[in-house]
């Protein structure tokens, strides 16, 4: 157990919907960061928050969004949902001065 | 970034030792090269990282050329269980910390 707990885990919605996954990172931590990973695709980058702020964005969509709390844990919200966005994302969290970070299960998006 | 190129895929028996290359011959001074694996559809999982001298833990060792262009992973006794992906990547730790940028990796299997 990594310590980072993503919810849901699974999540199943239509094409054109709007879903928001959950992420709370280990205690202590200030960075949060997302990837995506397709069905056969490597882990593709996409946002980083870092206390609050917007730290490093990568290939991230403008239907796609986040932000991290106050109490540091952090949304990614999914818009206009396409059959090319089925998933698994994962979040990950590092604490300050940290070299490593440490990784959620994933939650696994199925557009239909 | 400095880039990283390793094998696509590798055998290994089971009980043996086993030696995932890894070449970064762009590396900067201040980067570490850093070890994560992903066993099928879990979050990646940090393994060891390094700067310039060999680091062992419990999980595996890190041996880094002396001009730190290449390195090697070695897991000295493989089990079934250690059948993942490992991605090898160099990055500059700070205090906000930097995202994990994944490349395509190795994909270990290990048989009995």
């Known amino acids: 157990d990594s310590g980072v707990t993503q919810t849901p885990k699974h999540l199943i919605t239509a094409t054109g919907q709007r879903v928001t996954l959950r992420c709370s990172p280990r205690?202590?931590?200030?960075?949060v960061y997302w990837y995506q990973q397709s069905l056969d695709q490597g882990l593709q980058f996409l946002i980083q928050?870092?206390?609050?702020?917007?730290?490093a964005k990568g290939n991230i969509l403008e239907r796609f969004s986040a932000q991290q709390f106050p109490d540091l844990h952090s949304e990614l919200n999914l818009s206009s949902l396409e059959l090319g966005d089925s998933a698994l994302y994962f979040c990950?969290?590092?604490?300050?001065?940290?070299?490593?970070?440490?990784f959620g299960q994933g939650t696994r998006l199925t557009v239909v | 970034d400095a880039k990283t190129t390793q094998p696509p895929s590798m055998d290994c028996a089971e009980g043996r030792a086993a030696n995932l290359p890894c070449n970064h011959s762009?590396?900067?001074?201040?980067?570490?090269v850093y070890w994560y694996r992903q066993i099928h559809s879990q979050g990646p999982q940090y393994i060891i990282h390094?700067?310039?001298n060999n680091e062992t833990n419990e999980m595996a060792s890190l041996i880094i050329t002396e001009d730190r262009k290449s390195s090697t992973l070695i897991l000295p006794h493989a089990t079934l269980r250690d059948t993942a992906v490992y991605y090898c990547?160099?990055?500059?730790?700070?205090?906000?910390?930097?995202?994990?940028?994944f490349g395509k990796g190795t994909t270990l299997s290990v048989s009995s």
């Open positions: 990950a969290s590092s604490y300050v001065g940290g070299t490593e970070a440490f």
């Open positions: 205690s202590g931590d200030l960075s």
């Open positions: 928050y870092y206390n609050g702020e917007e730290r």
């Open positions: 762009t590396i900067s001074g201040n980067e570490y």
């Open positions: 390094g700067l310039k």
């Open positions: 990547f160099v990055r500059v730790p700070n205090q906000a910390g930097t995202a994990l940028i």
